[in-house]
């Protein structure tokens, strides 16, 4: 008999796993040896999500703070001098 909701077992589906997987692999690369793979798979779920966001924010920070300001091409940088171009001119 085939089961009306298409799958005949309460599993994963491939997508979900495939997530889960690569949060898993995340947190245990990017924790530079502070987490092996059997603890982050037997992690709660709320814990492991919690890990996750936070190495995400922290990557992102350091990101942020190594990228270079870029100037747009049109604009040349130099010392920022305001000319004052109120100031009465001289008659002869």
């Keep these: 008999m085939i089961c009306p909701l298409g799958s005949t ?23 530079k040896g502070g ?30 703070a190594h990228t270079p300001n870029v100037t747009p091409k049109n604009q040349t940088l130099g010392p920022d001098i305001k000319p004052n171009y109120s100031s009465a001119r001289s008659k002869k």
């Design 35 to 64: 987490y092996s793979w059997t603890e982050v798979y037997n992690m709660p779920i709320w814990l492991r999500r919690f890990t996750f966001e936070k190495m995400k924010e922290f990557y992102a920070e350091e990101a942020k």
């Design 9 to 31: 077992f309460f599993g994963l589906t491939p997508e979900h796993r495939k997530n889960i997987f690569s949060q898993i692999h995340e947190i245990v690369f990017n924790g």
